[in-house]
């Protein structure tokens, strides 16, 4: 900023302003900038930071995609994975619309909530947690380039005919 465009400042502001010299700030924050250490497992990126100046390690959890074109969201407090009995019924409900367990990608929003649009072209959420804004329950969403079912947990839709039933007619528009 030259020393002309300086001098009006004072009639902008009525408080101290106080000038920053770019170069000596973008130099300051690219040698703060910590190491980062990646490791790929099951999906999951995590990368650490190397020992901060106060010595303690910050892990930090990312969810990476696994590129498969079905999406299936659930809500696991307890646990990483999916209930044994739930991941039975989802299994039934996948084998109906002709997939397999190993043909969707799974993902629990309690430990990786959605942060952003997936990747994947069909997505159906078992949870309210979908993080993807108003979808209306068990009604087929489709986006630009995405189809999204939103329903309720796989607990309660096994113990209601009804929910069974509009889970099934949103299935057969996104598969059949």
Same mark, same amino acid.
């Given at each position: 900023?030259? &020393?002309?465009? @300086? *001098? !009006?400042?004072?009639?902008? !502001? ?17 040698? &703060? ?13 995590? /990368? ?13 959890? #990312? ?5 498969? &074109? ?11 994975? #999916? ?12 084998? *109906?619309? @002709? ?22 072209? @069909? ?5 309210? *947690? ?10 087929? @969403? ?7 079912? #939103? ?8 113990? &209601? ?7 099934? /007619? *949103? ?6």
């Amino acid at each position: 900023m030259s &020393s002309q465009n @300086k *001098a !009006f400042l004072k009639y902008l !502001f009525h408080e101290n302003i106080y000038l920053i010299d770019d170069a000596l700030l973008v130099e300051q924050v690219a040698t &703060s900038q910590p190491n980062l250490l990646v490791e790929e497992e099951d999906g999951v990126v995590e /990368a650490a930071d190397v020992e901060t100046k106060a010595g303690a390690k910050e892990p930090v959890a #990312m969810y990476q995609s696994k590129g498969k &074109s079905v999406l299936v969201l659930y809500e696991n407090k307890e646990e990483a994975e #999916m209930k044994a009995p739930e991941l039975a019924y989802l299994q039934k409900i996948l084998g *109906a619309v @002709k997939l397999q367990w190993g043909d969707v990608e799974s993902r629990n929003v309690a430990q990786y909530p959605v942060t952003g649009e997936p990747s994947n072209p @069909k997505i159906i959420a078992f949870t309210h *947690a979908h993080g993807m804004g108003v979808v209306a329950p068990y009604v087929l @969403k489709s986006t630009g380039r995405q189809q999204i079912i #939103m329903a309720h947990d796989l607990t309660t839709i096994a113990a &209601s005919v009804e929910y069974r039933k509009q889970l099934w /007619a *949103a299935l057969q528009q996104m598969f059949l």
